[in-house]
């Protein structure tokens, strides 16, 4: 199975800083994307030690293990390196003022063939879009999400309640943190979104659908989810990425294709 990937992050109408950070690493199929909190820069210093901190160390287990890592050993690898970034993230809270209290949420994802293991802390999400189907397929750890396990109020509550925000778990705001990890099978076709709550906030599940199943590229597309959530707003930062799986060979250079090669 081959991956495209693609990421797009942007400030948003509202803040003049952006909190949120995207990496990816193309050789090892691995993503990361995370959403920080905390005064003044707080926030983008915890998302950005994040996804640098998992990026380096689950990039290099990776680029070692080889793709046929098993999903236990995948699992431990990705368990292990986000505990370490949260202890970074907690220390360099600890021993800064400025940095008091700072955390961020998280999403993870390692695609190898047809497999995902997919890793998440807070209320950023992974969708994805298969055929017809779109779905969302991490679960927030948010106030709001336990209330509705809970019965107390309905998704349509949910979507104009003023405690959007209240995550109820974090990265780097304790000294442990438990990720959520889960396997998803991978199918020709399938577009995985990651994203911060700038864009989920902002257009709901159909209107990420609609632009998901269009016929632009995966660059354009990213494009299009960010201007549709500062079209109705942009009140957060807007980070996306999207891999798509596909069993078709990577389309050739031009000088490959005029080599015939």
């Not at 699992?75 to 021993?95: G, H, K, L, P, T």
């Not at 008091?100 to 950023?124: C, E, N, P, Y």
């Not at 709001?144 to 998704?155: K, N, R, S, Y």
Request: aromatic content about 4%.
């Amino acid at each position: 199975m081959n991956y495209e990937f693609c990421t797009r992050t942007d400030p948003g109408l509202a803040r003049e800083n952006n909190e949120d950070s995207v990496a990816v690493d193309e050789p090892t199929r691995l993503g990361i994307l995370a959403d920080g909190m905390g005064g003044y820069n707080a926030g983008e210093i915890a998302s950005g030690m994040a996804t640098t901190f998992i990026k380096s160390e689950l990039g290099r287990w990776l680029s070692q293990a080889g793709r046929q890592a098993n999903a236990r050993e995948v699992r431990r690898a990705m368990e292990i390196c986000v505990d370490n970034a949260n202890r970074s993230i907690f220390n360099a809270a600890n021993s800064n003022p400025q940095y008091a209290g700072m955390g961020t949420t998280l999403v993870v994802g390692v695609f190898q063939d047809t497999r995902l293991m997919l890793g998440h802390i807070g209320d950023s999400r992974c969708y994805r879009l298969r055929g017809a189907e779109f779905a969302q397929i991490t679960k927030d750890h948010s106030l709001l999400q336990e209330q509705m396990d809970a019965g107390l109020i309905t998704p349509e509550q949910a979507a104009v309640s003023t405690n959007k925000n209240l995550v109820t778990r974090a990265l780097g705001v304790e000294d442990a943190v438990l990720l959520d990890v889960h396997e998803h099978r991978v199918e020709p076709g399938d577009i995985y979104l990651m994203c911060s709550d700038g864009l989920s906030d902002m257009i709901d599940d159909e209107a990420i659908a609609h632009i998901l199943q269009g016929e632009a590229t995966l660059d354009e597309k990213s494009q299009q989810l960010v201007d549709a959530a500062n079209a109705n707003g942009g009140r957060d930062n807007i980070s996306v990425l999207l891999a798509q799986a596909d069993t078709g060979a990577k389309k050739r250079g031009l000088i490959s294709r005029l080599l015939g090669k």
